[in-house]
């Protein structure tokens, strides 16, 4: 047992000897400025300066170290201690190193570090954040600390807010063929073109800014992107509403038949109503399901739903004029011919006026003669 117990504690300080100590940073960074601040197009000269405090009562400090991406560096940084600078350091490489030798003082010492950088923001493929300083501890055995101070800005591609301009010119110019080619169906088209122009204006605004304001173009063309496609569902709603509209026009013919129809009392128990009003029925269903879809924003499904509607009132419609023929035919021998049925039924009666008229005339001449002779024999 004994043996084992050794052993372990062997592997522990073994494993102690090859893992480094995890760092916690003995600094904190203060007075940081930037300018310009925010977001950087590639070759734009950026300036910052700032503190490293070391912990105070600490006689060991880990040497620092000093990173940038930006591109043409130059460094310089002096050590205060107690308010005393000892000395000005210059650097022009990307990586700094602040000898631990430079920061060890008497335990109680104030000692800081005052930095100033100068760089060219890098060009970048794409808009991507990039470091403009970090800050680590590097102990005696080359170990980084795991707890470096980081400041990072974005960098712009200035070719990313180009092709979202043309992006968003490429929607909108296909939203304005969908709005004429809607208008042209005869559909409402007033709210998306308000849309439209909403859209056009963000990206106006969006081509006029300068490149150093990427982050507000790109805010604007991303608020005209959802303008754009609040416009498309706003297009899809209003063609699914003229849809269901065009549905609706053979119920209302139809009903007019179906009221005609029932009040005639020898028609008003017809079989053949019974259909008509069963399959008007059919297509005022599809039509309510057509405008519980638009309700729910499933445009598609409402304009599928009308289209069922229109068909099914057509034939309602349609039968509902085959009945009408079928009850005319009872009274009009000529009614089954259709059109040419009723004009010879008009033909017919012409005629027979004609012939009662003409009839008419010479009863009238012959009572005329009979009357005249009379008067002559006195």
């Given at each position: 047992m004994m043996k084992r117990l050794k052993r372990l504690v062997w592997i522990i300080a073994?494993?102690?000897?090859?893992?480094?100590?995890?760092?916690?940073?003995?600094?904190?960074v203060n007075s940081l400025t930037v300018s310009p601040s925010g977001t950087l197009v590639p070759s734009t000269t950026v300036d910052l300066s700032f503190t490293i405090q070391m912990a105070s009562g600490s006689t060991e400090s880990n040497s620092l170290q000093m990173y940038t991406q930006l591109n043409n560096p130059k460094w310089s940084y002096v050590i205060n201690v107690n308010g005393v600078a000892n000395g000005l350091t210059g650097a022009s490489s990307k990586t700094v190193t602040i000898n631990s030798f430079l920061l060890n003082y008497k335990s109680g010492d104030?000692?800081?570090?005052?930095?100033?950088?100068?760089?060219?923001?890098?060009?970048?493929?794409q808009t991507s954040n990039q470091t403009l300083v970090q800050i680590n501890e590097v102990d005696s055995n080359g170990n980084l600390g795991n707890t470096p101070y980081t400041l990072s800005t974005l960098v712009v591609n200035t070719n990313d807010v180009t092709t979202a301009i043309a992006n968003a010119n490429s929607q909108l110019s296909q939203f304005r063929t969908d709005i004429d080619e809607k208008a042209a169906m005869d559909i409402d088209t007033s709210a998306a073109e308000a849309k439209y122009n909403d859209a056009q204006t963000q990206i106006t605004q969006a081509q006029s800014l300068p490149t150093t304001q990427y982050t507000?173009?790109?805010?604007?063309?991303?608020t005209a992107a959802s303008t754009i496609s609040d416009g498309e569902t706003l297009l899809d709603k209003a063609w699914a509403e003229s849809e269901i509209a065009t549905a609706q026009g053979p119920v209302n013919n139809v009903d007019a038949l179906i009221a005609y129809f029932q009040g005639n009392s020898s028609t008003a128990n017809d079989a053949r109503l019974s259909t008509v009003?069963?399959?008007?029925?059919?297509a005022v269903s599809y039509i309510s399901a057509a405008n519980d879809f638009v309700t729910n924003g499933n445009y598609a499904s409402a304009r599928s739903k009308a289209e069922q509607a229109y068909t099914q009132g057509n034939q309602s419609y349609n039968d509902a004029l085959t009945f009408q023929a079928a009850v005319e035919a009872t009274w009009n021998p000529f009614a089954g011919l259709g059109s040419v049925g009723s004009i010879f039924s008009s033909s017919v009666l012409i005629i027979v006026v004609g012939v009662i008229t003409v009839v008419l005339i010479i009863v009238g001449i012959i009572i005329y003669r009979k009357r005249s002779r009379w008067d002559e024999l006195g």
């Open positions: 073994l494993f102690l000897i090859i893992v480094p100590a995890v760092s916690v940073a003995s600094y904190t104030d000692v800081s570090v005052g930095v100033t950088l100068e760089g060219t923001a890098p060009t970048v493929t507000t173009a790109l805010n604007d063309l991303t009003i069963t399959e008007r029925e059919i």
